[in-house]
Nanobody
Framework: QVQLVESGGGLVQAGGSLRLSCAAS????????MGWYRQAPGKQRELVAV???????NYADSVKGRFTISRDNARNTVYLQMNSLKPEDTAVYYC?????????WGQGTQVTVSS
């Protein structure tokens, strides 16, 4: 199993920045993928940004150029730096990890962007 502990999030004005952190209980190198999803009220959960097993990154088109995913291998932690936030970025953000064909989720952290 993989435990994921998230931190960060909160309330910010449009144009502001926030950073989310997700610490995994296993080495990032042992995971098939690790990244962030989000779910807004009444909408489906969607990919935001992810590291694949090869170390490459994928971003949702809506966040390209504004969000950056990074990682600290020594701390088994993945970060999501969110800049130029928009009200439409308001959602619960979930950390996700794929390990041995299973998907693991963090508890979620609320991000609210006011206009």
């Amino acid at each position: 199993q993989v435990q994921l502990v998230e931190s960060g999030g909160g309330l910010v004005q449009a144009g502001g920045s926030l950073r989310l952190s997700c610490a995994a209980s296993k080495s990032i190198f042992s995971l098939n993928a690790m990244g962030w999803y989000r779910q807004a009220p009444g909408k489906q959960r969607e990919l935001v940004a992810v590291f694949t097993s090869g170390g490459s990154t994928n971003y949702a088109d809506s966040v390209k150029g504004r969000f950056t995913i990074s990682r600290d291998n020594a701390r088994n932690t993945v970060y999501l730096q969110m800049n130029s936030l928009k009200p439409e970025d308001t959602a619960v953000y979930y950390c996700n990890a794929l390990y041995l064909l299973y998907a693991y989720w963090g508890q979620g952290t609320q991000v609210t962007v006011s206009s």
